[in-house]
């Protein structure tokens, strides 16, 4: 299935720009990964201090708690960049083979904005799950702990290397197989309602918004064969929404989580 | 009862049971499990090692076709070839190996002339190849219609633009560096400069342009001034796009026919296909990296959440190698059960860990942990498992299901990594409940030990300061706990780990374990290897120079060995001979091409002293490409844009070529610049050439020779001194005396006394004991409590003395004998009294001072009315007549003690006085002590014979005298200006330590008192009978000369207050505390501990004398018990065996048997436990694990003195001296000689005071010992 990608996510490598890829919509899941790594990073370290749960947030003055989220914001919107540019790669790579020069080149030049784009869709997303969380009084209680938070990241990062890089028979085996497995990393990781509809929304606004840029004229598949990228994107989006809802809500509880180690 | 629910049953019976299992036989189990894990493991040993490396596979080149392109018969027959075999290979290449040497070698060569004229003859040989045309029935073939042919080179490489082909056939040769140009070449001044120009400064693996050119490696070659060889070799690579049979035999038949190659053997009959793998560019590895970190903040944030165990990191570590050994073990068992992986292991492996997990390992931990702390170690780790086993079992079904679901996708990879998963899934829950669990159960185990040192006692925990899930514990406390919270001041823990600084600790870890001394003489032996085994005259040229005689194929693989002429027998002593083979046809094209000479045209002098090598062919130079980079080929057409990555290029057979120059070739075409340019004059002028000549060559080898043994000189001098600067280092840095017993239970043996074991004697002290002599026989009892210090001699004496000056204060003498000092006439005239009313046995209210036992038997009898006596003394000297006013006097009292014992003056008659100084001269007389001399530099009174007096004066009887009467002194403790004294008897009695007076006693029980307790404000009397009495001393100016109470259960306590100022009540009676005789009491934070004769310690609160637990673990009669403000309790006993205990709840911590015969005392620091037996053996312990740290040889019979004076200075008592010991380590620090015949006495106790003095009895003498230098030293 090396294909896909390769025709998604553009970038040629022999500098040939025979096609725009990302759409703004697949910033949405490359921001999650990649916002999950930042998080996972930089949220111990400065980010976790300051981060204030957002349940918890109301009686907190609102001073600190725009700067909570201004910094949870932030830290998403890193992972989200970050995922971005790591999972493009994972999509190129299969041009790649001789001189990672020019391919580290490639990253950069095509489609600048789709990175930005991708950590600002993980900051919208990652608030908006525990905002959703908040208002259905429904607190995500299942596996909060930054531990379940990498298992999660690891496994989207997991389907997207096996949608880069296995072969599948045909469109319809590749969706499924896609779709099993972000519902399994929905099924274990989330398991809430909320998380469930957030995701598949987030999937279909996502594709219909990719589809819409591609239509236009503005981001281009590489390959002709339209229905194989579909078949993948919807899913990818899925389990990309999923996993930066985790991250969003693991950092909305903030710090009192972390200490506990000591 | 569904289903489901008696499932859930089964399951947790069955854990608990496997629990049990696990924590009862640890080390079997996992011993059982690394076996399983190997054995698993071993399959792997077959897999080939994950990497990119290149992939051969060769065919016979009879019949050689290019295998088909598409795949049919692959299904067919899978083991011949290999899956890539498919379609022709990217190339086909074709080496012409080139050899070439100067022979005979002339001293007057220069080292250049190996390797110029060599090179001059790759144009000859390039441009024959170039030429060569195959012409045969079918027509002519040239080179350009069956070669590679390459276009541009890389936009990046334009540099290399001049010296690789472009635009043609892909041949390749040094002659490429001068490009192809044999003028250019010939007027080339540095050769060596221009070959080198584009060699990349920086180290770099991968083929640089020369390799590429030379197709060599490098030090194959011979393009160096410096080889010893002489023999330049190359080759020339030609690249082919299309294999044509014929016209590779052809070239190959015509350049053997040219240059023939006489013993060259190759039998050339097999192409080698190479296939290259994907390559792994930063790109892809990007990612990798990225689901690296992910997975490794997994194991971070995962391992963090393991807490309150004893290691966490071990923990953590375990539970890390259980999952990657699951792992393995899950590859290991599908290769073999015949799986090949196919998947890129590196790639999968971080969803595999992620996938596995380690919630369960986590699951565990936290469950067993959360299990009641004072559960047996067995019961924890099977009640843990057990009540987490649904949850842990819900789980691995439910990741095994997934799995299953992912198995039916039937992706071939998915399918492959489901295998995999649910493999190392079921190997991870084996690991998890074997192999987890059981490290698990020895952790706990370890906490327990650990734990148990820190835990704070029931009082100071207060009820909201419970640690979560050990409620079970403080439950079963409830019942016990005292209404009264004793405060206890717990030392931080900080403060027992900082006594010794961090970087003595290394230096002491580096000592003891002599790691920098194995490190020198390992670095030493592998130095002294290499060297041998280097050297010019050494080890390698002897094996080389032993291989070369029995090798078959000649001296071929040693042509690198530079032997003299004169060690190995000249095989052709004829140079012209050896420059022509008779064998080798003689060529007639050869002498066409240009710049050869006839053949015979012989070395111009024809002195040769050298001998070239011959030129040889060994197996390994048929092949010598393996020896290229593996990066050799993909470099070369990557140059020209052509990826290997995935596809194969076939190698065929080299064609040897041998080209023999002779000297004078040589000569000709050297450079004129060779001469200057080189070390040796220019060869053409004569006589520059024969008196230098023969230094270049040799001089050159000279030079080589020269600088490797600089080299080996400088080497070796920089390794003594490092080795000596080391040994300083570790000189300055060590101690001389490492603890070496701190490594298992070594013993120590203190045989003469200040020697050590390394005959370091300790530093003989400055420090002057202070003898503190009075005693008449030898001391038995010794208490202290820092100001003052009491002791008590077999006499039945007791002396008071300053702890800080060694002044003697008070003496007080047996009841029946006079004090002989300063307060001696109050005591005396008490006795005055209690004869008087002995003898006449008029006074049925006899006072209870210290008047013999038979008066006590009078108990019904309402108690003294005199609870005073001792103010009368002074006053009166006819008792009889001052009696019946006693009462009234008491009051002043005090003052008049002092006032008669110093001054006299101020009531007493004068004849008092006198008749006090009979009193107690006949006192002295009459016990038989003549030599009592009065040790307190007070004024003395003259002794008087005191029974006469007595009789005289009274006309009792001397029976009421009798020894027997008062009862020896059993035990003593003294606190403040109190001292509380135990008979046996059965009398208590509480003196006045500075005045010397009686202040209250006891009577009531005739049982000898064999321990006493004094603890403030409380005295607890343990006694012969097993009965324990519990006092509480008030201090009060009540005028009651009599105080009566009764309490409880105690059936008639009377309470005899003697003083005005101290009372002492008894408040509790048990009245069976022990079935035999108490030998054992001991009273700390609130608790009080008895330890008998019944083999049982039972641990009673001290407030109000309940009973809490009754210990019960040893096989002998209780000798000593520990116990201490952190609530440590320790026992020993009879058996020899050491316990510890749980005092909060009743528990066996540990046993340890210590000693052969009885324990004789017992004391812990905060991390050990010091013990010393019958056996003269003082052992100390770990007091967490129970292991033996290392024992003392005591002398004999001292074997129970022992003190600690800080957490790690211990003082032994030895044969007339005392002994300083740093615990930590077991080092003999100070030994203090007690006095000059040390002969005599063995130190029989010790006893520490707060101003680290010590005082140990010696015979009848004690000494008073400062330690501030020691202490000065450890701190």
Not at chain 2, 504 to 530: E, S
Not at chain 2, 611 to 618: D, I, L, S
Not at chain 2, 1011 to 1033: E, H, P, Q, W, Y
Not at chain 2, 1076 to 1088: C, D, E, N
Request: glycine share 8%.
């Amino acid at each position: 299935m090396p294909r896909l990608h390769d025709h998604f996510w553009s970038c040629p490598c022999a500098g040939a720009a025979r096609h725009l890829s990302p759409p703004r919509a697949r910033s949405a899941p490359a921001t999650r990964v990649g916002g999950m790594i930042a998080a996972t990073r930089s949220v111990p370290a400065p980010g976790a201090p300051d981060a204030e749960p957002e349940p918890r947030s109301p009686r907190a003055d609102a001073g600190s708690w725009h700067r909570h989220l201004v910094q949870r914001s932030l830290v998403l919107f890193s992972v989200g960049v970050v995922l971005a540019l790591v999972l493009n790669l994972l999509q190129i790579q299969r041009n790649v083979t001789l001189f990672p020069d020019e391919v580290i080149a490639t990253i950069f030049s095509s489609a600048w904005w789709v990175p930005p784009c991708c950590g600002t869709a993980a900051a919208v997303v990652g608030l908006l799950y525990p905002c959703i969380d908040s208002h259905l009084g429904e607190p995500h209680k299942f596996k909060r702990e930054w531990a379940s938070v990498m298992r999660c990241m690891a496994v989207f990062v997991g389907i997207n290397h096996a949608s880069a890089k296995l072969d599948f028979a045909n469109n319809v085996q590749l969706s499924l197989t896609l779709a099993a497995l972000s519902l399994g990393l929905w099924w274990t990781f989330d398991r809430s309602r909320s998380g469930l509809g957030l995701g598949i929304t987030i999937a279909f606004l996502a594709t219909l918004i990719t589809q819409f840029l591609v239509y236009n004229g503005v981001y281009q598949y590489t390959s002709p064969d339209f229905l194989y990228i579909r078949s993948w994107l919807p899913c990818i989006f899925f389990s990309g929404g999923v996993t930066v809802g985790n991250i969003g809500r693991q950092l909305a509880m903030g710090v009192p989580e972390k200490p506990h180690s000591d | 009862m569904t289903l489901t629910e008696r499932l859930r049953e089964k399951i947790s019976q069955a854990f608990y049971n496997h629990g049990l299992l696990c924590a009862s036989y640890p080390i079997p189990i996992i011993l059982f499990t690394g076996l399983c894990i190997l054995a698993c493991c071993y399959p792997l040993l077959k897999l080939p090692l994950p990497g990119t490396g290149p992939v051969e596979f060769s065919t016979p080149v009879k019949d050689y076709l290019p295998p088909p392109a598409d795949s049919d018969h692959k299904q067919g027959e899978p083991s011949e070839h290999p899956d890539w075999y498919v379609g022709a290979p990217v190339a086909y290449i074709q080496q012409i190996y080139v050899k070439s040497s100067v022979s005979p070698w002339h001293k007057n060569l220069l080292a250049v002339d190996v390797f110029r004229s060599p090179l001059s003859r790759a144009f000859q040989l390039v441009e024959e190849i170039r030429n060569h045309v195959l012409r045969d029935s079918s027509g002519t073939k040239s080179l350009e219609e069956v070669c590679l042919q390459v276009t541009d080179l890389l936009p990046g490489l334009r540099k290399l633009r001049n010296l690789l082909p472009e635009h043609g056939c892909l041949l390749l040769s040094p002659g490429n560096f001068w490009q192809n140009d044999w003028e250019r070449f010939h007027a080339d001044p540095d050769i060596i400069g221009t070959i080198h120009q584009h060699e990349p400064k920086t180290l770099q693996t991968s083929a640089t342009l020369k390799d590429l050119l030379f197709g060599v490696p490098g030090k194959y070659s011979g393009v160096s001034l410096y080889t010893r060889k002489r023999m330049a070799s190359y080759t020339i690579t030609l690249v082919f796009q299309h294999y044509h049979a014929k016209f590779l035999g052809s070239l190959r038949a015509r350049l053997m026919l040219l240059h023939p190659s006489p013993n060259c053997s190759f039998r050339a009959e097999s192409l080698v296909h190479v296939h290259f793998k994907e390559e792994i560019g930063i790109a892809e590895l990007i990612p990798l990296v990225t689901t690296y970190i992910i997975l490794f903040a997994y194991i971070y944030f995962s391992t963090r959440k393991i807490d309150m165990v004893k290691s966490k990191w071990g923990l953590a570590l375990a539970a890390v190698v259980t999952v990657l050994s699951s792992l393995l073990m899950s590859v290991g068992l599908c290769t073999l059960f015949g799986l090949t992986p196919t998947l890129n292991g590196g790639e999968i492996f971080p969803y595999l860990v992620v996938v596995i997990g380690l919630e369960n390992v986590l699951v565990l931990t936290k469950s067993v942990v959360s299990t009641p702390v004072d559960l047996e170690v067995k019961l924890r780790i099977a009640q843990g498992l057990s009540s987490e086993s649904w949850s842990i079992m819900k789980n691995v079904a439910t990741e095994l299901g997934i799995i299953l679901i992912g198995y039916f996708t039937l992706v071939p990879a998915i399918q492959e990594f489901c295998l995999f998963a649910v493999v190392g899934l079921v190997s991870d829950f084996f690991l998890q409940m074997l192999f987890f669990t059981t490290v698990l159960s020895i952790d706990i185990r370890r906490m327990e030990l650990a734990d148990l040192n820190k835990r704070l006692p029931p009082e100071s925990c207060l009820p909201s300061a419970k640690p979560v899930g050990r409620p079970a514990r403080y439950e079963r406390q409830l019942a016990v706990r005292p209404s009264t919270p004793h405060t206890i001041t717990l030392q931080p823990s900080s403060f027992r780990n900082l006594r010794l600084p961090k970087r003595l600790r290394v230096v002491y870890f580096l000592a003891r374990t002599r790691l920098a001394q194995r490190l020198i003489m390992a670095g030493t032996v592998v130095w002294i290897g290499i060297l041998v085994y280097t050297d010019p005259a050494g080890l390698r040229t002897y094996l080389a120079a032993q291989v070369t005689e029995q090798s078959p194929l000649g001296e071929g693989s040693l042509a690198p060995i530079p032997v003299p002429s004169g060690v190995l027998p000249a095989s052709h002593p004829d140079p012209a001979f050896s420059i022509f083979p008779p064998d080798a046809p003689k060529l007639p094209e050869n002498q066409t091409l240009p710049g050869q000479l006839p053949e015979h045209a012989g070395p111009a002098d024809g002195v040769h002293d050298s001998r070239a090598p011959e030129v040889t062919w060994g197996p390994e130079d048929e092949e010598l490409w393996r020896k290229l980079s593996f990066r050799h080929w993909p470099t070369l057409f990557s140059y020209y844009n052509v990826t290997l990555a995935k596809r194969y290029i076939s190698l065929l057979p080299v064609i040897p070529v041998t080209l023999r120059l002779n000297p004078r070739e040589a000569l000709e075409g050297r450079h004129p610049q060779d001469g200057r340019s080189a070390w040796a004059p220019p060869g053409p002028l004569p006589a520059g050439l024969w008196e230098t000549g023969p230094k270049g060559p040799a001089g050159a080898q000279a030079h080589g020779d020269v600088t490797l043994y600089k080299v080996a000189a400088l080497g070796l001098a920089a390794g003594i001194v490092l080795v000596l600067l080391l040994l300083c280092l570790y000189r300055v840095l060590c101690p001389r005396n490492y603890g070496q017993p701190g490594g298992g239970p070594g013993r120590r043996r203190r045989g003469e006394l200040p020697c050590d074991d390394y005959g370091y004697s300790p530093p003989e002290t400055e420090i002057v004991p202070l003898v503190l002599r009075g005693h008449l026989m030898d001391i038995e009892c010794l208490a202290s409590d820092g100001m003052l210090l009491v002791s008590c001699c077999l006499a039945g004496h007791i002396c008071v003395w300053d702890a800080q000056t060694g002044d003697c204060l008070t003496r007080i003498p047996r009841p029946g004998h006079r004090r002989d000092s300063g307060g001696g006439s109050a005591f005396e005239a008490q006795e005055n009294w209690e004869r008087l009313s002995d003898g006449g046995k008029t006074s049925p209210e006899e006072p209870g001072d210290s008047p013999p036992l038979r008066h006590r038997t009078q108990g019904p009898l309402p108690p003294s009315l005199f609870g005073d006596q001792p103010d009368l003394t002074c006053l009166i000297d006819t008792n009889f007549s001052v009696l019946p006013s006693a009462s009234e006097l008491t009051q002043p009292e005090p003052r008049h003690r002092v006032g008669c014992s110093r001054a006299q003056d101020s009531v007493g008659y004068d004849f008092s006085r006198l008749v006090q100084r009979v009193y107690q001269e006949e006192g002295l007389a009459a016990a038989r002590m003549p030599s009592l001399r009065p040790p307190s530099p007070r004024p003395m009174l003259p002794q008087a014979p005191e029974d006469d007096g007595l009789s005289l004066e009274k006309g009792s009887p001397p029976l009421a005298w009798a020894p027997s009467a008062a009862g020896s002194i059993w035990s003593l403790e003294l606190q403040g200006n109190l001292i509380v004294v135990g008979r046996s008897s059965g009398r208590l009695e509480v003196w006045d330590a500075i005045e010397g007076v009686l202040c209250c006693s006891s009577d009531e029980v005739s049982s000898g008192i064999t321990a006493l307790v004094f603890l403030d404000k409380r005295i607890v009397a343990a006694r012969l009978n097993g009965s324990l009495d519990f006092f509480s001393l008030e201090t009060h100016t009540s005028f009651s000369p009599l105080q009566f109470r009764g309490r409880g259960s105690s059936p008639s306590s009377s309470v005899y207050s003697s003083s005005n100022t101290v009372a002492c009540h008894l408040t509790h009676t048990v009245p069976c505390a022990h079935q035999k005789p108490i030998t054992a009491l001991k009273a700390a934070a609130g608790r009080l501990v008895t330890g008998s004769q019944d083999h049982t310690l039972r641990v009673f609160r001290l407030e109000d004398s309940c009973c809490l637990f009754t210990l019960q673990g040893h096989s002998g009669a209780i000798t000593t018990v520990y116990i201490d403000q952190t609530m440590v309790l320790a026992s020993g006993g009879q058996d020899g065996a050491i316990c510890l205990w749980d005092v909060l709840t009743g528990s066996r911590v540990s046993h340890m048997f210590a000693h052969r015969g009885d324990v004789t005392s017992l004391t812990c620091t905060t991390s050990c436990v010091i013990s010393s037996g019958l056996d003269d053996l003082i052992s100390i312990w770990d007091r967490s694990t129970g292991i033996k740290l290392y024992s003392i040889q005591q002398d004999l019979g001292c074997g129970a003195s022992l003190g600690v004076i800080s957490d790690n200075l211990l003082v032994t008592g030895g044969q007339g001296c005392v002994s300083f010991w740093d615990l930590n380590y077991g080092d003999l620090l100070q030994t203090v000689y007690l006095g000059k015949n040390s002969e005599s006495q063995p130190a029989r106790q010790i006893l520490v005071l707060d101003n680290a003095a010590i005082v140990c009895n010696f015979g009848s003498e004690l000494s008073l010992v400062y330690v501030p230098s020691v202490l000065e030293k450890l701190d």
